[in-house]
Nanobody, 128 residues
Framework: QVHVEESGGGSVQAGGSLRLSCTVS????????MGWIRQSTTKEREGVSC????????YYRDSVKGRFTISRASAKNTLYLQMTNLKPEDTATYFC?????????????????????WGQGTQVTVSS
């Protein structure tokens, strides 16, 4: 049984920073691509960033490039999303997702349908 716990969300002013964490158990952490998607009341679900299972290849949606950094600590089975220079439009619930198939996904694009979401998400609220 896969268990995912997201944390690190909060309320910040525009220009602030947050670091999201996603700790995984019950899955072979280094064998699956992982990522973050977000969903708000005003937008559809969108892929924010993913990290390929090899720990090398990454993807960022255009609106977060240069501001967000995805990384992982394999020894801790934890995925991170460092968010800087946050903007009000980043306000959403952020979900950590795991690729459905072994050694797949996160190659030049991030298709949310290729991933499963297991956690409750963590809320990020950015005020202007």
């Amino acid at each position: 049984q896969v268990h995912v716990e997201e944390s690190g969300g909060g309320s910040v002013q525009a220009g602030g920073s947050l670091r999201l964490s996603c700790t995984v158990s019950g899955s072979r952490f280094g064998d699956y691509s992982m990522g973050w998607i977000r969903q708000s009341t005003t937008k559809e679900r969108e892929g924010v960033s993913c990290l390929r299972w090899n720990g090398i290849n990454t993807y960022y949606r255009d609106s977060v490039k240069g501001r967000f950094t995805i990384s992982r600590a394999s020894a801790k089975n934890t995925l991170y999303l460092q968010m800087t220079n946050l903007k009000p439009e980043d306000t959403a619930t952020y979900f950590c997702v795991i690729a459905k198939r072994l050694h797949s996904a996160c190659v030049g694009e991030f298709r949310p349908e290729d991933y499963d979401s297991w956690g409750q998400g963590t809320q990020v609220t950015v005020s202007s």
